[in-house]
């Protein structure tokens, strides 16, 4: 190998072509002043000093200063990976082994650090330290062939697309218009449009998201869970053994099927319940203990899951001994509390509090509010949920519904006035990706504030005067905004985010990410117009309209994401994008 430093050069002049020469040659003894202008070589000999070693020395530190500037924390660890194969194992030992490679996300290394709770100055100088080694030609450990991680498991994410747009979001629209067409839609129609959207859509999916990153925040590995696919497949037959067999209720086979989907979708759940927890238990001592917030919600979160799986087998059990379609308004309304506002909102609080503050710039929330937010959650839920026991009179069980859902609610204004997202601006350096998701999470947030704020109303003016604020008309205009403008439009906005980073590709139509944020909002307002159909029926007509925006919209975003992932992978990357030079880091780690 060529030597970086010639010996034949005077040594003034090698202290000023190279800013880490001048302390290596005074080191040893070689200054610039009465030496300054000999030959290196020369020099050495004229002080007795071995020539080689000091040209060892001189590149040793040369490596080290190149790695230094070459490893800066805006840049990603898959180009880290590419240019300095030697970090490999670095990022192994610090549980970031899988964050990379040819099909690995551009986020910047300190932003992996921010997540993962990792000291970036420590994971930095263990990286530059093996990347000095690399630029110094020493041996480096590769990985064995067929050890690299698999990418995000794309099943979760079509099944739930599938699902919708076929059974839920899709069904939903053709019963709202057959409803303003003046038709009869079926009880067990609406119940398993339901059913579909919340355990078919938005559950299947945040199960995804968490097989694949929830051991990775934890510091415990990225390797694919062994329960994740079986959970996928158990959920989406579930589902779909629902949908076929509680239209079919009075026939012996619609009640088969209505069993087995309890079942099947109970065994999803335990599995993934069973890996939250495990996951819990196993998380790195020191990056976490438990009182931080991510964790308290998840576990919180994962309890209301077991509710719900419950409830979901006494669904079962009803519908195998009954020769009815529909199920007790009891039964389906206390799963879909425990499912909505126990299970999804819970995990979305926790994870909303480390990794939305990260893709907004907001850094951490007030102090103390995510710990209101958990407490009035968790009374909300059980007084909900204590509502549709059985011996309650009407009027306790309506007003601890009335309790509970004020409860909830009031959690949600907690939590947002806590982390500021609807106001707050970035006040650190962001990742910027096209589609702008950061528009959609900001408005999915924003729904849930109106629907917190719409819940509130309804149970004051009920409470206080003698309107009606609580009619079918106006909970289910309330709970749309909710499944539709926050949890459906958050989906949206996280998936364009995350999803194309983890693929290493960039979003293939901005474009139509914009067109989809507007068409899920538009469906959004126009659920509203349930409010002032009390007084005018017409606006109702008008309303039933909403779901074909809203299908269309979902129909764009799956078109989107597809081509995204299916598009070629991207070339090395040659410097530093403009948009992650600054970048360190957002919030602080320990």
Not at 262 to 269: F, P, T
Not at 366 to 376: D, H, K, N, S
Not at 500 to 520: D, K, Q
Not at 536 to 548: N, Q
Request: aromatic letters at 10%; one cysteine or more; hydrophobic letters at 50%.
């Amino acid at each position: 190998m060529e030597a970086l430093f010639d010996p034949r050069l005077p040594v003034r002049e090698l202290a000023s072509r190279y800013s880490t020469a001048k302390s290596v040659l005074l080191s040893w003894g070689l200054d610039t002043c009465c030496s300054g202008e000999q030959p290196l070589e020369e020099a050495c000999a004229q002080r007795g000093v071995p020539l080689s070693d000091v040209l060892k020395d001189l590149e040793s530190a040369h490596r080290v200063a190149e790695a230094y500037s070459l490893v800066p924390p805006s840049m990603s660890i898959r180009e880290v990976r590419r240019r300095f194969p030697a970090t490999i194992p670095v990022f192994e030992r610090y549980g970031l082994g899988d964050c990379g490679g040819e099909e690995g996300p551009d986020e910047p290394l300190a932003w992996f650090a921010t997540v993962h709770r990792l000291p970036v100055d420590r994971l930095l100088a263990d990286v530059r330290e093996a990347a000095a080694r690399d630029l110094s030609s020493a041996p480096v450990e590769r990985p064995a062939a067929g050890a690299a991680p698999k990418p995000f498991t794309p099943h979760f994410l079509l099944g739930s697309l599938l699902l919708t747009l076929t059974l839920g979001s899709t069904t939903g629209m053709i019963n709202l218009l057959r409803i303003a067409a003046g038709a009869d839609v079926p009880t067990s129609h609406r119940q398993i449009h339901g059913h579909t959207q919340i355990f078919g859509f938005v559950t299947l999916f945040l199960m995804g998201i968490a097989f694949h990153a929830f051991p990775r925040i934890l510091g415990i590995g990225g390797a694919r869970p062994r329960a994740a696919l079986p959970a996928f497949w158990l959920m989406a037959s579930g589902v779909l053994a629902r949908n076929v067999g509680q239209p079919f209720n009075l026939y012996p086979a619609g009640r088969l099927l209505s069993l087995a989907s309890a079942v099947l979708e109970g065994a999803a759940r335990f599995l993934f319940a069973r890996f939250v927890f495990e996951s819990l238990a196993r998380a790195t001592s020191g990056k976490y203990d438990r009182s931080d917030p991510l964790l308290r919600f998840v576990r919180a979160g994962t309890v209301y899951l077991a509710a719900a799986l419950v409830l979901n087998a006494l669904q079962g059990v009803w519908l195998a001994g009954h020769l009815e379609t529909a199920l007790p308004h009891a039964l389906t309304e206390s799963l879909s509390y425990a499912a909505l506002y126990g299970f999804l909102l819970a995990w979305i609080y926790g994870f909303g509090n480390r990794l939305v503050s990260l893709f907004l710039g907001l850094g951490p929330a007030t102090r103390g509010t995510p710990e209101a937010t958990l407490l009035l959650q968790a009374a909300g839920v059980m007084l909900a949920l204590a509502s549709f026991l059985p011996p309650w009179p009407l009027t306790p069980a309506l007003a601890l519904r009335d309790l509970g859902l004020a409860l909830t609610a009031l959690s949600a204004v907690v939590f947002l006035a806590g982390n500021g997202f609807l106001w707050r601006r970035a006040s650190f350096p962001i990742l910027r990706v096209p589609g702008n998701p950061a528009l959609a999470i900001r408005s999915a947030f924003g729904c849930l504030g109106l629907w917190a704020l719409l819940e509130l109303a309804a149970v004051t003016v009920g409470r206080v005067t003698r309107f009606p604020s609580q009619n079918l008309w106006w909970a289910d205009a309330a709970r749309h905004v909710f499944t539709v403008g926050f949890l459906t439009l958050l989906i949206v906005g996280m998936s364009f985010r995350i999803l194309p980073v983890f693929s290493g590709r960039t979003l293939w139509s901005p474009r139509l990410a914009h067109l989809t944020y507007g068409l899920v909002l538009t469906g959004t307002a126009m659920r509203l117009l349930q409010y002032p159909a009390a007084f005018e029926p017409g606006f109702y007509r008008v309303g039933a309209y909403m779901g074909i925006p809203v299908v269309l919209g979902l129909l764009l975003f799956g078109w989107n994401l597809v081509r995204t992932v299916r598009a070629p992978a991207p070339g090395p990357v040659a410097s530093i994008p403009a948009r992650l030079r600054g970048f360190s880091s957002t919030l602080p780690v320990r």
